[in-house]
Protein backbone atom coordinates (compact mmCIF):
# COMPACT_ATOMS: atom_id res chain seq x y z
CA UNK A 1 0.00 0.00 0.00
CA UNK A 2 0.96 4.25 0.46
CA UNK A 3 3.48 5.26 3.12
CA UNK A 4 1.74 7.12 5.66
CA UNK A 5 3.12 9.10 8.95
CA UNK A 6 3.66 6.97 11.72
CA UNK A 7 3.30 7.91 15.00
CA UNK A 8 6.06 5.09 15.56
CA UNK A 9 9.90 5.41 14.12
CA UNK A 10 10.51 3.31 11.15
CA UNK A 11 13.27 2.67 8.71
CA UNK A 12 12.20 4.00 5.52
CA UNK A 13 12.21 1.51 2.77
CA UNK A 14 13.80 2.35 -0.40
CA UNK A 15 10.63 1.51 -2.82
CA UNK A 16 7.04 -0.06 -3.15
CA UNK A 17 5.86 -1.87 -6.52
CA UNK A 18 3.48 -1.54 -8.72
CA UNK A 19 1.51 -5.25 -8.18
CA UNK A 20 -0.37 -5.51 -11.33
CA UNK A 21 -1.79 -3.85 -14.60
CA UNK A 22 0.01 -2.00 -17.04
CA UNK A 23 3.11 -0.68 -14.72
CA UNK A 24 3.38 -4.19 -13.03
CA UNK A 25 6.13 -4.90 -11.00
CA UNK A 26 7.77 -1.22 -11.35
CA UNK A 27 9.25 0.57 -8.42
CA UNK A 28 8.66 3.73 -6.77
CA UNK A 29 11.37 5.19 -4.92
CA UNK A 30 10.22 6.28 -1.28
CA UNK A 31 11.88 9.94 -0.74
CA UNK A 32 13.29 9.81 2.52
CA UNK A 33 11.12 12.23 5.01
CA UNK A 34 10.07 11.38 8.81
CA UNK A 35 7.28 9.32 9.05
CA UNK A 36 6.87 7.48 5.66
CA UNK A 37 6.42 3.29 5.59
CA UNK A 38 4.77 1.14 3.82
CA UNK A 39 1.93 -1.30 4.66
CA UNK A 40 2.05 -4.50 3.67
CA UNK A 41 1.55 -5.35 -0.40
CA UNK A 42 -0.45 -8.06 0.47
CA UNK A 43 -3.30 -5.36 2.31
CA UNK A 44 -3.16 -3.37 -1.60
CA UNK A 45 -3.68 -6.87 -3.06
CA UNK A 46 -6.47 -7.86 -0.91
CA UNK A 47 -8.01 -4.26 -1.53
CA UNK A 48 -7.81 -4.42 -5.43
CA UNK A 49 -8.94 -7.56 -5.61
CA UNK A 50 -12.36 -6.22 -3.93
CA UNK A 51 -12.07 -3.83 -6.42
CA UNK A 52 -11.61 -5.48 -9.67
CA UNK A 53 -14.99 -5.40 -11.07
CA UNK A 54 -15.15 -1.28 -10.94
CA UNK A 55 -11.37 -0.10 -11.35
CA UNK A 56 -11.14 -0.27 -15.20
CA UNK A 57 -12.23 3.41 -15.86
CA UNK A 58 -13.07 4.57 -12.70
CA UNK A 59 -12.11 7.96 -11.55
CA UNK A 60 -10.29 7.91 -8.23
CA UNK A 61 -9.24 10.18 -5.47
CA UNK A 62 -6.26 9.04 -3.11
CA UNK A 63 -6.08 11.33 -0.43
CA UNK A 64 -2.84 11.69 1.97
CA UNK A 65 -1.20 10.39 -0.88
CA UNK A 66 2.52 9.44 0.54
CA UNK A 67 3.96 8.00 -2.24
CA UNK A 68 0.95 7.91 -4.32
CA UNK A 69 0.87 3.92 -4.57
CA UNK A 70 -2.72 3.20 -4.13
CA UNK A 71 -3.41 5.89 -6.67
CA UNK A 72 -0.80 4.75 -9.28
CA UNK A 73 -1.92 0.90 -8.81
CA UNK A 74 -5.38 2.23 -9.83
CA UNK A 75 -4.03 4.15 -12.59
CA UNK A 76 -1.59 0.73 -13.73
CA UNK A 77 -4.76 -1.28 -13.50
CA UNK A 78 -6.95 0.87 -15.97
CA UNK A 79 -8.32 3.92 -13.80
CA UNK A 80 -9.32 6.61 -16.08
CA UNK A 81 -8.59 9.72 -13.70
CA UNK A 82 -6.48 9.62 -10.59
CA UNK A 83 -6.18 12.55 -8.22
CA UNK A 84 -3.20 12.39 -5.77
CA UNK A 85 -3.49 14.62 -2.63
CA UNK A 86 -0.55 15.46 -0.90
CA UNK A 87 0.64 18.28 1.45
CA UNK A 88 4.34 17.17 1.85
CA UNK A 89 6.39 19.68 -0.67
CA UNK A 90 8.62 17.05 -1.01
CA UNK A 91 6.29 13.72 -1.48
CA UNK A 92 4.47 15.89 -3.88
CA UNK A 93 7.92 16.39 -6.35
CA UNK A 94 8.59 12.61 -5.65
CA UNK A 95 4.90 12.12 -7.11
CA UNK A 96 5.33 14.16 -10.05
CA UNK A 97 8.67 12.35 -10.17
CA UNK A 98 6.76 9.59 -10.48
CA UNK A 99 3.73 10.14 -13.04
CA UNK A 100 6.71 11.59 -15.57
CA UNK A 101 8.48 8.31 -15.61
CA UNK A 102 5.39 6.20 -15.96
CA UNK A 103 4.27 8.19 -18.64
CA UNK A 104 0.75 8.44 -16.69
CA UNK A 105 -0.82 11.48 -18.20
CA UNK A 106 -4.43 9.81 -16.55
CA UNK A 107 -3.04 11.19 -13.10
CA UNK A 108 -2.80 14.61 -11.75
CA UNK A 109 -1.20 15.70 -8.09
CA UNK A 110 -2.30 18.23 -5.80
CA UNK A 111 -0.20 19.66 -3.11
CA UNK A 112 -2.61 20.52 -0.89
CA UNK A 113 -3.63 20.04 2.35
CA UNK A 114 -5.92 17.46 2.12
CA UNK A 115 -9.07 18.84 4.34
CA UNK A 116 -8.85 22.31 2.46
CA UNK A 117 -8.60 20.86 -0.57
CA UNK A 118 -12.22 18.87 0.31
CA UNK A 119 -13.59 22.21 1.36
CA UNK A 120 -13.38 23.97 -2.39
CA UNK A 121 -16.26 23.53 -4.61
CA UNK A 122 -16.27 19.52 -5.95
CA UNK A 123 -14.88 19.41 -9.47
CA UNK A 124 -15.49 16.15 -9.95
CA UNK A 125 -17.33 13.11 -8.93
CA UNK A 126 -15.33 10.06 -8.03
CA UNK A 127 -16.29 6.62 -8.08
CA UNK A 128 -13.37 5.23 -5.61
CA UNK A 129 -11.42 6.81 -2.77
CA UNK A 130 -8.71 5.92 -0.38
CA UNK A 131 -8.25 7.35 2.79
CA UNK A 132 -4.88 6.35 4.55
CA UNK A 133 -3.94 9.49 6.35
CA UNK A 134 -1.34 9.90 9.09
CA UNK A 135 -1.94 7.83 12.37
CA UNK A 136 -3.03 9.87 15.60
CA UNK A 137 -4.09 12.80 13.34
CA UNK A 138 -7.85 12.51 13.74
CA UNK A 139 -7.90 13.37 9.95
CA UNK A 140 -10.33 10.06 8.79
CA UNK A 141 -13.81 11.71 10.29
CA UNK A 142 -13.68 15.09 8.81
CA UNK A 143 -12.38 13.84 5.79
CA UNK A 144 -15.14 11.16 5.39
CA UNK A 145 -17.79 13.89 6.33
CA UNK A 146 -16.42 16.28 3.46
CA UNK A 147 -16.59 13.84 0.47
CA UNK A 148 -19.96 13.14 1.89
CA UNK A 149 -21.20 15.98 2.24
CA UNK A 150 -19.17 18.30 -0.60
CA UNK A 151 -20.49 15.98 -3.69
CA UNK A 152 -17.24 14.45 -4.28
CA UNK A 153 -19.00 10.93 -4.78
CA UNK A 154 -20.36 9.37 -7.19
CA UNK A 155 -23.48 7.46 -6.44
CA UNK A 156 -22.58 4.02 -5.27
CA UNK A 157 -18.65 5.15 -4.42
CA UNK A 158 -16.76 3.13 -2.93
CA UNK A 159 -14.12 4.42 0.21
CA UNK A 160 -11.60 2.21 1.07
CA UNK A 161 -9.94 3.81 4.40
CA UNK A 162 -7.07 2.49 7.19
CA UNK A 163 -7.14 3.50 10.89
CA UNK A 164 -5.28 1.91 14.09
CA UNK A 165 -6.30 -1.68 14.99
CA UNK A 166 -8.85 -1.70 18.27
CA UNK A 167 -10.43 1.75 17.66
CA UNK A 168 -13.81 2.28 16.08
CA UNK A 169 -14.16 2.90 12.72
CA UNK A 170 -14.04 6.62 11.97
CA UNK A 171 -16.79 5.89 8.91
CA UNK A 172 -20.52 5.50 9.79
CA UNK A 173 -21.23 3.16 7.37
CA UNK A 174 -20.97 -0.42 7.51
CA UNK A 175 -18.31 -1.91 5.77
CA UNK A 176 -18.83 -3.39 2.42
CA UNK A 177 -15.14 -5.72 2.97
CA UNK A 178 -12.82 -6.01 5.60
CA UNK A 179 -9.81 -6.94 7.30
CA UNK A 180 -6.64 -6.48 9.69
CA UNK A 181 -3.21 -6.47 9.27
CA UNK A 182 -1.00 -6.70 12.18
CA UNK A 183 -1.95 -3.31 14.00
CA UNK A 184 -3.73 -2.09 10.98
CA UNK A 185 -7.68 -2.30 10.52
CA UNK A 186 -8.80 -1.40 6.92
CA UNK A 187 -12.43 -1.64 5.41
CA UNK A 188 -13.72 -0.73 1.93
CA UNK A 189 -17.32 1.27 1.99
CA UNK A 190 -20.21 0.82 -0.54
CA UNK A 191 -21.82 4.62 -0.51
CA UNK A 192 -25.16 3.01 -1.58
CA UNK A 193 -28.39 5.20 -1.34
CA UNK A 194 -29.35 3.63 1.54
CA UNK A 195 -26.43 4.15 3.56
CA UNK A 196 -25.54 7.43 2.85
CA UNK A 197 -27.41 10.53 4.54
CA UNK A 198 -29.81 12.33 2.89
CA UNK A 199 -28.54 15.53 1.28
CA UNK A 200 -25.32 14.13 0.83
CA UNK A 201 -22.95 14.40 -1.91
CA UNK A 202 -22.73 10.79 -3.23
Known sequence: MKTKRSTTSAATPGSVRIIAGEWRGRKLA???LPGLRPTP???????FNWLMPVSEGARCLDLFAGTGALGLEAASRGAAEVVLVERDRGAAAALRG???RLGAGQVRVECADALQWLDQPATSRFD?????????ADLLAPAWRRLRD?????PQAYVY?????????????PPWRSGRAGQVAHALYRCLPATVPTGAGA
Open 41 to 47: DRVRETL
Open 128 to 136: VVFLDPPYG
Open 30 to 32: VPD
Open 161 to 173: AEWPAGQPSPIDL
Open 98 to 100: HVT
Open 150 to 154: GGWLA
